[in-house]
């Protein structure tokens, strides 16, 4: 079964939570956005980074506040503006006429995802859009990966997941489970060790290994 995570994969959006960042904190009278608080909240779930930041600035705010006020922010760009990585629509479509069962696995809330979805007509290709929110564990936990191989009714050793952030992809191996690796900009700088942990690389859904093509397409493992 194949597995997608959402944001850096499938969706275009991982840069725009830099604009969010930089426009709710400049709400707060903070300018500029440290790098370092950038690169935290960037590889942590919502609601971890919801807690780091009013920790790390002292915000009156609660978790939750910072959360509806960033779900605000991006609801009009998961909704009407964020794009597909090229060639994914096109790609799903595929595994979907050769019988191919998917679903996605994400942290991204589950209002932007659901809005964003719908938006690009995946929601039909797609059996369900599992969230860390409904399942209770983070990404970076291989706990999380075998919940969601058991909640589908398939074996670890039988699951491939599409994901862009090493730290999951570490998890999900170490839950059994084989792993694409697919190039975002975000983790540009963590190229060379998402090649090496993963079983696959993807540049591109416009353009897939050919070992890839095979395992989906023509059935070898």
């Not at 039909?124 to 990966?145: A, N, Q």
């Not at 952030?165 to 700088?189: H, I, M, N, T």
């Amino acid at each position: 079964m194949l597995f997608f995570d959402l944001d850096g994969t499938l969706l275009d959006s991982n840069g725009v939570w830099l604009d969010i960042d930089v426009e709710f904190l400049g709400r707060q009278g903070i300018s500029p956005v440290p790098a370092d608080y950038t690169d935290y909240v960037a590889h942590h779930s919502a609601p971890d980074a919801a807690r780091y930041t009013k920790e790390r600035f002292g915000l009156p705010h609660s978790p939750q506040e910072i959360l509806d006020a960033w779900m605000e922010l991006a609801r009009e760009a998961y909704a009407h503006t964020l794009p597909l990585k090229p060639g994914a629509k096109e790609f799903l479509l595929r595994c979907h006429q050769a019988g191919e069962r998917m679903a996605v696995l994400t942290s991204c809330m589950p209002p932007l995802c659901q809005a964003a979805l719908e938006r690009h007509g995946l929601l039909p290709l797609l059996e369900r859009v599992i969230t860390t929110k409904e399942l209770g564990l983070e990404k970076r936990s291989p706990d999380l990966y075998r919940r969601a191989a058991a909640e589908m009714g398939v074996a670890c050793g039988d699951c491939l997941l599409f994901e862009d952030a090493p730290d999951y992809c570490a998890a999900a191996r170490q839950a059994g489970w084989s792993v694409a690796g697919v190039k975002d900009a975000l983790f540009e700088g963590r190229e060379a060790e998402l090649q090496e942990l993963c079983h696959y690389w993807v540049e591109t859904f416009q353009t897939l290994p050919p070992e890839l093509e095979k395992r989906i397409f023509q059935g070898e493992t």
